[in-house]
């Protein structure tokens, strides 16, 4: 038996346009499965953000608990705080507010101000308050139910230059692997012009490094993201910083720590103090395209390179804790 492996989570339309086999094709064409060289002999479990099970005798790629705690950016903090420590002060929310009494002092030891009030399970800015005095505490606590409280955390406040997005893979440290991709652009005619974005070489981990934009960084208050300043506009080409590669080994840890195959992180740097920190980790990364676009969305293309390197490389790692021979994960190539 020769098997594609199965992908759930993620936005189900972009997980059937650029994972998931599509049965429209017979067996034997090239268009039923988007991803090359991606057929084993072993049935195979891909997830993007869902903490569905998988059958025991199936081999998975990013388990449930790694993603639950990806999920919280509070447990991913715990997590990785003790061999990852390029995190902020943080604690939960409910430590200093008490029955709508604030434990101020203790609040300006542990965390300080200017502080953010973030969402646990929050997503894209939302829920979010930049608090720079104890009058904005006040306000932030008027605002929300104490029975809400809870789901909130405080983060010491970091003045970032720039916001960067990391794919990384535990799985494909030292492995050398070339990406190329395409992507296109629309002439004033209304039609497309397709170019390749060149091949690269890595060898990290590094799955892709996307530099995060702000929507508009004028707004009322630019001090941190929210709906209003959020980060919606991503590009592949941009100047790495120095401490690009301590961002890229910072990142991969958390991945390890967190037992993530694969993720990406959202990393915070300031190029003038040249420090940095991650902020949240992602299982689910976005891959959104314009719907008439003839190219895939980058990020998809990338992760359509680096899955048949990671399964097979898990695999590998399966089969050799058990005392098999490493023959059997070989990549069965599509025909």
């Given at each position: 038996?020769?098997?594609?492996?199965?992908?759930?989570?993620?936005?189900?339309?972009?997980?059937?346009?650029?994972?998931?086999?599509?049965?429209?094709?017979?067996?034997?064409?090239?268009?039923?499965?988007?991803?090359?060289?991606?057929?084993?002999?072993?049935?195979?479990?891909?997830?993007?953000?869902?903490?569905?099970?998988?059958?025991?005798?199936?081999?998975?790629?990013?388990?449930?608990?790694?993603?639950?705690?990806?999920?919280?950016?509070?447990?991913?903090?715990?997590?990785?705080?003790?061999?990852?420590?390029?995190?902020?002060?943080?604690?939960?929310?409910?430590?200093?507010?008490?029955?709508?009494?604030?434990?101020?002092?203790?609040?300006?030891?542990?965390?300080?101000?200017?502080?953010?009030?973030?969402?646990?399970?929050?997503?894209?800015?939302?829920?979010?308050?930049?608090?720079?005095?104890?009058?904005?505490?006040?306000?932030?606590?008027?605002?929300?139910?104490?029975?809400?409280?809870?789901?909130?955390?405080?983060?010491?406040?970091?003045?970032?230059?720039?916001?960067y997005r990391i794919h990384v893979s535990p799985l494909l440290k030292d492995k050398s692997i070339v990406y190329?991709?395409?992507?296109?652009?629309?002439?004033?005619?209304?039609?497309?012009?397709?170019?390749?974005?060149?091949?690269?070489?890595?060898?990290?981990?590094?799955?892709?490094?996307?530099?995060?934009?702000?929507?508009?960084?004028?707004?009322?208050?630019?001090?941190?993201?929210?709906?209003?300043?959020?980060?919606?506009?991503?590009?592949?080409?941009?100047?790495?910083?120095?401490?690009?590669?301590?961002?890229?080994?910072?990142?991969?840890?958390?991945?390890?720590?967190?037992?993530?195959?694969?993720?990406?992180?959202?990393?915070?740097?300031?190029?003038?103090?040249?420090?940095?920190?991650?902020?949240?980790?992602?299982?689910?990364?976005?891959?959104?395209?314009?719907?008439?676009?003839?190219?895939?969305?980058?990020?998809?293309?990338?992760?359509?390179?680096?899955?048949?390197?990671?399964?097979?490389?898990?695999?590998?790692?399966?089969?050799?804790?058990?005392?098999?021979?490493?023959?059997?994960?070989?990549?069965?190539?599509?025909?």
């Amino acid at each position: 038996m020769r098997y594609y492996p199965n992908f759930f989570g993620g936005k189900s339309s972009k997980m059937k346009r650029y994972f998931r086999k599509n049965t429209n094709f017979p067996i034997g064409s090239p268009d039923r499965y988007p991803i090359k060289n991606c057929v084993f002999s072993y049935p195979v479990d891909v997830s993007f953000g869902s903490t569905k099970p998988s059958e025991p005798q199936r081999l998975r790629i990013n388990t449930p608990s790694g993603i639950r705690i990806s999920s919280s950016k509070t447990l991913t903090k715990d997590t990785i705080k003790e061999h990852c420590p390029v995190l902020l002060k943080y604690n939960h929310a409910s430590r200093y507010i008490d029955a709508r009494q604030t434990k101020l002092d203790l609040l300006e030891q542990e965390i300080g101000f200017p502080m953010v009030a973030k969402l646990k399970y929050g997503f894209g800015g939302k829920g979010m308050y930049f608090l720079n005095n104890a009058e904005d505490l006040q306000k932030f606590v008027a605002e929300i139910p104490p029975s809400k409280i809870r789901e909130y955390f405080f983060e010491e406040y970091f003045l970032f230059t720039n916001e960067y997005r990391i794919h990384v893979s535990p799985l494909l440290k030292d492995k050398s692997i070339v990406y190329k991709y395409e992507y296109a652009l629309k002439t004033p005619e209304g039609s497309w012009t397709v170019r390749s974005g060149g091949t690269h070489l890595r060898s990290n981990g590094e799955i892709l490094g996307i530099e995060k934009k702000l929507r508009n960084p004028y707004a009322i208050n630019p001090a941190t993201r929210n709906f209003a300043t959020g980060v919606v506009t991503f590009s592949s080409n941009f100047r790495k910083p120095e401490e690009w590669d301590k961002m890229v080994e910072a990142s991969v840890k958390a991945a390890e720590l967190m037992g993530l195959d694969f993720c990406c992180t959202d990393v915070m740097y300031n190029k003038h103090t040249r420090k940095f920190y991650i902020s949240e980790t992602n299982t689910n990364p976005g891959m959104d395209v314009i719907p008439d676009n003839p190219c895939p969305n980058v990020t998809a293309q990338h992760y359509q390179q680096a899955l048949p390197h990671m399964i097979a490389e898990k695999y590998l790692r399966s089969v050799s804790a058990r005392g098999l021979s490493r023959t059997y994960g070989r990549i069965a190539v599509v025909n």
